[in-house]
């Protein structure tokens, strides 16, 4: 067999290993490792990559970010920012037909400005605003399809630990690609309260609006948002404005997060122990699976499949646009079957050289910024998507007694705005580059 057989019939075992319920991080590792053993004909050579490749990936400095935004997300969780942020998108948009899931979707949106996780903001928001949807009369389908739809903003408004993860395998300034995210982001949120007011007046939803509120109390509300502002002006102003590099930003946005938590009457140091202990575990979770994408990588590497595919695409002479769609189209097939950060680590070698090799009449960092954007979103599609939606699971297991199929029903019209907006960012790469441009 050939090293490129071996590469193509890897993937197919490894999703057997996948799906046997083998944990994503060892199907990659052992698939790798056996891999690279085949094709050196010795285990010395994977058993001696062990050490070497361990330290080379974890001694990254860019991947100390991923501990700083996700232990910010913890105090973010614990010190109730969420429930501030809804009811103050809820005091502005309550008493509107739908407004109350809007508001939903508007505190996800800010709750991702400081979270950068979108199972977190799924789970946190869900908590929050689950309660008031059902006791303003929105259906399950309704109520759980808006929240699950308004996590993914998490992973798509900066900073995101997605968003760092693609940065660092396709060697793209992290700065930029926190840029380019801010206007899909702001599209995808906006697309999703424009299919709130759909589903209100055609639907057959029976919600009511809460009641108008005085302005006095929409801007009490307002101003009890105060710490998410700063946060995000700190953080994601700092990082634009030169005053910090994103690693710094991010463990500076720990730092103030964490001051605000345990503010008096927020967290007890019990609550700071469990945000500490939460953010070590998920960060345990996403580098063992970094390790085993690395141990995977690292064979495809030896294999030289991701050269060897990309030469035999461009080779065929199909439209750079279809060879797009094209790779579009088997993310949302992952995304059905697998998580975010798997789909990211496991495919991007693979796929990035051969969109490196195309023409898109763009210049190179342009094209990686622009496909690194258009892979989030459909990755985020990938969360709401059944039947492996890990946002449906989540938010479905906080709203018991209502069924999956309920929610798999609720969440489609915000799958139907998601592919709109990858037509519009695939059509127009301008949209997604033009504060990148204007702003470098």
């Given at each position: 067999m050939s090293d490129l057989a071996l590469a193509l019939w890897s993937f197919p075992i490894m999703l057997i290993m996948i799906f046997l319920r083998v944990p994503v991080a060892a199907a990659m590792a052992v698939t790798g490792?056996?891999?690279t053993w085949i094709v050196l004909g010795s285990p010395n050579a994977p058993l001696a990559q062990l050490k070497t490749l361990s330290y080379q990936t974890f001694a990254s400095y860019s991947l100390s970010i991923v501990p700083l935004f996700l232990l910010m997300g913890q105090f973010a969780t614990k010190s109730g920012l969420s429930r501030a942020l809804f009811l103050s998108a809820e005091s502005w948009l309550g008493h509107r037909q739908g407004g109350v899931a809007m508001a939903a979707v508007g505190a996800?949106?800010?709750?991702?400005?400081?979270?950068?996780?979108?199972?977190?903001?799924?789970?946190?928001?869900?908590?929050?605003?689950?309660?008031?949807?059902?006791?303003?009369?929105y259906s399950d389908a309704t109520a759980t399809g808006v929240l699950a739809a308004g996590g993914t903003l998490g992973i798509l408004i900066p900073p995101s630990i997605i968003l760092v993860i693609y940065a660092i395998l396709t060697e793209q300034n992290i700065i930029k690609i926190f840029t380019a995210a801010l206007i899909p982001g702001i599209l995808a949120a906006l697309g999703y309260m424009l299919a709130i007011a759909l589903v209100a007046r055609f639907g057959r939803d029976t919600s009511r609006p809460a009641p108008r509120k005085p302005y006095s109390e929409r801007f009490r509300t307002l101003l009890a948002t105060w710490p998410v502002f700063v946060i995000f002006a700190v953080v994601i102003g700092?990082?634009?404005?030169?005053?910090?590099?994103?690693?710094?930003?991010?463990?500076?946005?720990?730092?103030?997060?964490?001051?605000?938590?345990?503010g008096p009457g927020r967290c007890g140091w019990r609550d700071v122990l469990d945000c500490l202990l939460a953010a070590g575990k998920t960060t345990g979770m996403i580098f063992l699976i970094v390790f085993g994408a690395a141990l995977f990588n690292s064979f495809l590497a030896f294999t030289r499949a991701p050269d060897l595919l990309s030469q035999y695409i461009v080779s065929l002479g199909y439209a750079p646009i279809v060879v797009?769609?094209?790779?579009?189209?088997?993310?949302?097939?992952?995304?059905?079957?697998?998580?975010s950060l798997s789909m990211i680590l496991l495919t991007i070698p693979v796929f990035f050289p051969i969109i490196e090799a195309l023409d898109f009449g763009m210049t190179a960092e342009e094209t990686a910024i622009w496909f690194g954007i258009l892979v989030l979103i459909v990755v985020e599609v990938g969360l709401i998507t059944p039947p492996v939606g890990l946002n449906l699971f989540v938010i479905n297991g906080m709203a018991r007694g209502v069924p999956m199929s309920e929610t798999y029903r609720g969440v489609l019209p915000f799958v139907a705005t998601d592919l709109v907006r990858v037509g519009v960012l695939v059509l127009a790469p301008s949209v997604t580059l033009f504060l990148v441009r204007v702003l470098y």
């Open positions: 490792f056996c891999g996800c949106a800010g709750f991702g400005a400081i979270c950068g996780s979108s199972l977190a903001t799924a789970s946190t928001m869900g908590q929050v605003a689950l309660p008031e949807l059902k006791r303003y009369g700092g990082i634009y404005l030169g005053f910090f590099t994103p690693t710094e930003a991010a463990a500076v946005g720990a730092v103030v997060t964490g001051g605000y938590a345990i797009l769609a094209v790779i579009l189209l088997v993310y949302l097939i992952f995304g059905c079957v697998m998580d």
